[in-house]
Nanobody, 114 residues
Framework: QVQLVESGGGLVQPGGSLRLSCAASGSISGINAMGWYRQAPGKQREMVAQITSGGTNYVDSVKGRFTISRDIAKNTVYLQMNSLKPEDTAVYYC?????????WGQGTQVTVSS
């Protein structure tokens, strides 16, 4: 069994920054991919950033503002979010794919508002 615990969401003003963290525990050998998705009210969940064996990928709307990174020793993935915009407001979910099986975090709310 795999557990993902997220932290770091909150309320921030436009132009501000937040850092999300997601720590995995349990049977976590064989990680194929890790990343972050988000879902805004009334919208479909979308991939924000991911790390796979092929490298990193970002949705166009966050390129140059968000950075995904990982600490392999801690089985943790991070999302540094800079220059936040109101349209970044959403619930953010971390995601791990381990030996072909996907696991999701519980979600953390990010609200960008003045």
């Amino acid at each position: 069994q795999v557990q993902l615990v997220e932290s770091g969401g909150g309320l921030v003003q436009p132009g501000g920054s937040l850092r999300l963290s997601c720590a995995a525990s349990g049977s976590i050998s064989g990680i194929n991919a890790m990343g972050w998705y988000r879902q805004a009210p009334g919208k479909q969940r979308e991939m924000v950033a991911q790390i796979t064996s092929g490298g990193t990928n970002y949705v166009d709307s966050v390129k140059g503002r968000f950075t995904i990174s990982r600490d392999i020793a801690k089985n943790t993935v991070y999302l540094q979010m800079n220059s936040l915009k109101p349209e970044d407001t959403a619930v953010y979910y971390c995601y791990f794919r381990i030996i072909g099986v996907g696991y999701w975090g519980q979600g953390t709310q990010v609200t960008v508002s003045s």
